[in-house]
């Protein structure tokens, strides 16, 4: 059977734009395949499709003539949407909206400029543990084709260089008729002088050849959220390398690294370290400071606690990314047996061993 697109968003077909694009965003969440309860590539891909025709007023037009996915495919020669642009490998910083955007690109004329994009960059940065736990702003310098200046990224030596393109009229498109089983068809390409741009320039920017582009180093803020994780993808949209002659810039990929701490070790949300106590500590109880990401805290050691006792500490381990389940601190204990003893000392314990006798403590030790 014939893939319905409108089906396939659960929208009717009188759906606004807004409702197509509400739709796409739940579906598209629920099925990312990264979505480890409900992730479903298929579905993903084809909802994605159906979105990207839905989404264009001139794809949607020719959709609807036909009302049945193949048809369409095999007449408009649409073939789907690239996926490999859109940055689709990170779930957590994947913006929806932002991608049902770019379907959109040029709506008007039906082809975007996004050919001529900016290259995407990455860039990693190295952050500590009690910056994980208080989140950071992080300086970076990128060296980048960033816009050039003179022009403002337009390529053009003033304004006026900047002309309505003679081929398509501004349009950025060709309409061309095709002959097609259902009839003479109507399809429109994106103009080849103007790059579907509908602009061209006349007398290029003497600093940047016409490109829009210079080679600069540029002072970037990175907020790093609290509990990041390591290896994690932050997204920062359009501060990749600038597009050619003012067309959108990509964006800059920040790999976050958490570097290993001397004393916590991290389970998720959760940190955990090792608190030495001597015997007597350990026989009588006692309250001992311990480390946490913010300072120290009081623990209180019961009489009697064991070596190897993990106790929790409550809300001092790591804040979550998503805003709920705060981490915890797990303190395991280690009870330090001294090496040497004065003769006092050792007087005194076989006194207490004598007085445990008869609880058959410390028997085999003195006997
Ligand atoms: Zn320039
Ligand atoms: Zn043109």
Redesign the pocket.
Same mark, same amino acid.
């Given at each position: 059977m014939a893939k319905d697109y409108y089906r396939i968003l659960g929208v009717s077909k009188e759906a606004t734009t807004e409702e197509i694009k509400k739709a796409y965003k739940k579906l598209a969440r629920q099925y990312h395949p990264d979505n480890k309860e409900t992730g479903n590539e298929e579905r993903f891909k084809e909802i994605n499709e159906a979105a990207a025709v839905l989404a264009d007023t001139d794809k949607r037009g020719q959709y609807d003539q036909f009302g049945d996915a193949d048809a369409f495919k095999r007449s408009s020669g649409f073939s789907g949407y690239d996926f490999s642009e859109a940055g689709f490998g990170d779930f957590a910083s994947f913006d929806f909206g932002d991608i049902f955007d770019r379907f959109f690109g040029g709506g008007v004329s039906g082809f975007s400029r996004g050919s001529r994009r900016g290259r995407d960059l990455r860039a990693e940065i190295e952050i500590s543990l009690e910056e994980v736990a208080s989140g950071v702003t992080k300086n970076l310098v990128i060296a980048k084709l960033d816009a *050039?200046s003179? *022009?403002e990224g337009t390529?053009a030596q003033s304004g006026s260089d900047v002309v309505r393109c003679p081929d398509c009229h501004g349009s950025g498109t060709l309409k061309q008729a095709r002959r097609t089983p259902f009839g003479i068809f109507a399809t429109s390409s994106p103009c080849r002088r103007c790059e579907g741009s509908g602009e061209v320039v006349e007398h290029p920017?003497e600093? *940047?050849d016409g490109t829009?582009q210079?080679e600069k180093e540029k002072k970037i803020q990175v907020k790093v959220p609290a509990g990041v994780e390591n290896g994690m993808k932050l997204r920062i949209a359009g501060e990749g390398e600038a597009g050619e002659r003012g067309t959108p810039a990509g964006d800059l990929y920040i790999i976050v690294h958490v570097k290993e701490h001397g004393q916590f070790t991290r389970k998720g949300n959760d940190i955990h370290v090792e608190a030495p106590i001597s015997v007597v500590q350990a026989m009588l109880g006692d309250e001992i400071e311990v480390p946490t990401l913010n300072g120290t805290a009081v623990l209180r050691i019961p009489p009697g606690t064991q070596p190897g006792t993990v106790f929790r500490m409550k809300g001092r381990g790591l804040p979550s990314m998503h805003g709920y389940g705060e981490g915890s601190e797990f303190v395991r204990i280690d009870v330090e047996i001294p090496k040497s003893l004065s003769r006092r000392q050792k007087e005194l314990l076989k006194e207490f061993a004598e007085a445990s006798k008869d609880k058959g403590l410390f028997r085999r030790m003195f006997e």
């Open positions: *050039c003179r *022009c390529g920017c600093m *940047c829009g210079l």
